[in-house]
Structure formats: C-alpha cells, structure tokens
C-alpha cells in the first residue's frame, strides 16, 4: 500500500516512516519533543498534571517490558516516524494525521512504542501493537470528537496520496467497542487495500488527561480483524494516572 498504508504497516513492525515513506536511523526517534531532549523509557511512573507532560516524562510514562504481563516494549527504530500523506476528503484528514503519526490537533511530544507478546514469539500471527503517546498542552479533548465526526462521514471509505505515489485506498471506516480506559477511549477500524487485497487496521485512542495515547495493530495478510488487547491500555492509564 502506498504512502499512508506503508507507513502504517512498516510502522507496526517497528519500521519508522519519514516523510514519503524514507527511513530514518537511530532509536532515538521514538520520542520527539518540541521542548525538551529526549529521553530514555523508565519504570517510574508520571503522574499527567494539569500541564501537558514533555518528551522525557512521555518516555518514562510509557509502557516498559513487565507493566504487561507476557509483554514486551521497546521504541521504535528508526528515526521520528511521520509520513506526509493527505486526502482531498477533508472530513477524513483526523484518520490521516494518526496515520501519519501525528494526530490533530498536533502534540508537542510524540513517544513511540512496540508491543509485542512475548509468549508468542514465532507465531505467524502474534501480536503486535504499536503505540503513540503524545503530550497535548491545549485541544487534547478535541482529539477524540474529531476522530467519531470522522467515523460518521468517512464510513464509505477515503484514499490518500503522498509525494510522487499512487494514491492508498480505505474502503471502510466502522467504530468498534472500546474498554472503558482513561477519560475518555474510542476503537476504530479501517479496511485498507494492497494490490487489491484487504488489510485490516484496528485503533485504539485513550485520553488521559492532556495525554492522548494511540494504539494501532495491521494485519497485513488481511485473514482477520487485528485485537489491541485491553490490558496495554488499562495499563498505561494507570500509569499515567498514578
């Protein structure tokens, strides 16, 4: 899939997408902060106060090897993965910012993460979930009504394009249920095609506070509807909370 489906599926095995797809170097673009250096994931648990949290305390809220039992966590390779796709659907452009990584309104520090269950290591269909968190110091409730507005006017799908590349197409948007996690969570899924074939997308976006933290699984071989198990997210907005 072009431009926004290849980003999403290279992101969800740990592969970063710049923009038109390019890869960057070095883990240390898994966390990008518009105020602060980043900094390196820790089992101290933030607590997310009045004011939006920076890159270094997004990087130690995030979920860590152990917060999850048979879980592993570890940051994306790669450099800050963004892509630069864009619908001529206006009304679907909340879809295409997650998808790019950077959700609307924009954050002012991104956290990157990988979520792999351990216990099933060499199974062609083990879990993995990417995680985005990011710090909102203003509009971080305007994240999820946008996102639902969006599911009502895009369910009949919308197509992207970026750079030089032939435009990507999601022929179905449908909200599915969510944990009741955080302030406040929405689940969604987006039906992809590549070369003619379904991909499933699932997403997950929970609020906490001035946190919005995204979850998104791909099945790339298209058999079945992905499962963002809701233990990571309970999790993590425990530990945002505490």
């Known amino acids: 899939m072009a431009t926004a489906g290849v980003c999403l599926i290279a992101f969800a095995?740990?592969?970063?997408?710049?923009?038109?797809?390019?890869?960057?170097?070095?883990?240390?673009?898994?966390?990008?902060?518009?105020?602060?250096?980043?900094?390196?994931?820790?089992?101290?648990?933030?607590?997310?106060?009045?004011?939006?949290?920076?890159?270094?305390?997004?990087?130690?809220?995030?979920?860590?090897?152990?917060?999850?039992?048979?879980?592993?966590?570890?940051?994306?390779?790669?450099?800050?993965?963004?892509?630069?796709s864009r619908t001529a659907k206006a009304e679907c452009m909340p879809f295409v910012a997650v998808i790019n990584g950077t959700p609307e309104p924009a954050p002012s520090a991104t956290v990157y993460r990988r979520l792999v269950k351990a216990s099933e290591d060499g199974q062609a269909d083990q879990t993995v979930v990417t995680e985005v968190l990011g710090a909102h110091p203003s509009g971080a409730t305007d994240v999820l009504p946008r996102l639902r507005t969006a599911i009502d006017a895009c369910a009949d799908g919308f197509k992207t394009k970026g750079g030089d590349l032939e435009p990507s197409e999601f022929t179905e948007v449908?909200?599915?249920?969510?944990?009741?996690?955080?302030?406040e969570a929405l689940a969604y899924e987006l039906m992809g095609t590549a070369q003619g074939d379904p991909v499933p997308m699932v997403f997950l976006v929970v609020r906490s506070g001035t946190t919005v933290v995204t979850y998104y699984a791909v099945d790339v071989s298209g058999d079945d509807t992905p499962r963002i198990p809701s233990e990571l997210a309970v999790a993590q907005a425990a530990k945002l909370k505490s």
């Open 13 to 84: 095995a740990a592969a970063a997408c710049g923009p038109g797809g390019a890869s960057g170097q070095g883990a240390e673009g898994s966390v990008r902060d518009t105020s602060a250096a980043p900094g390196a994931s820790g089992t101290a648990q933030v607590k997310a106060a009045a004011g939006a949290l920076s890159g270094d305390q997004l990087a130690r809220a995030a979920l860590v090897t152990g917060d999850v039992k048979d879980f592993s966590a570890e940051p994306l390779e790669g450099g800050t993965p963004t892509g630069s």
């Open 174 to 183: 449908k909200e599915v249920p969510a944990p009741k996690v955080g302030d």
